[in-house]
């Protein structure tokens, strides 16, 4: 067996031999990495919260949707369109509230 350099780099497993330069590049482009999966954890992180906040949304939605659904079945509500219902007062009047989006300039 002989001990050059040839021999050395045939061995499985066995590191080539980098210049400096190199290496202080492997190292930055490892930082490089590092940074970018911090960033995307930090990411994660943001989007799991956000999906928290939408999902409560979604219940609070619900809950007013169902409450709204019992008192339109009661009488107490009328449905006027999509977006908005007519209360009815106890001394006969009626009252619009609505979710109608801003008219477009």
């Keep these: 067996m002989t ?3 040839s021999a050395n780099l045939m061995q499985v497993g066995s590191k080539r031999r980098r210049t400096q330069r ?4 492997d190292k930055q482009e490892e930082v490089r990495k590092e940074a970018a999966a911090a960033g995307a954890v930090v990411e994660l992180a943001n989007l799991r919260s956000q ?4 999902e409560q949304q979604v219940s609070n939605s619900k809950t007013a949707a ?3 659904s019992q008192m339109i079945n009661a009488g107490h509500v009328q449905q006027d369109s999509e977006t908005s219902v007519i209360l009815q007062t ?3 009047q ?6 109608d989006p ?3 300039d």
Aim: charged share 25%.
């Design 90 to 92: 106890q001394d006969g």
């Design 102 to 104: 801003p008219p477009r």
């Design 3 to 5: 001990k050059g350099v």
């Design 94 to 99: 009626q009252q619009r509230f609505g979710a």
């Design 66 to 68: 169902n409450l709204l």
């Design 22 to 25: 190199q290496i202080e590049e």
């Design 51 to 54: 999906i928290r906040a939408l």
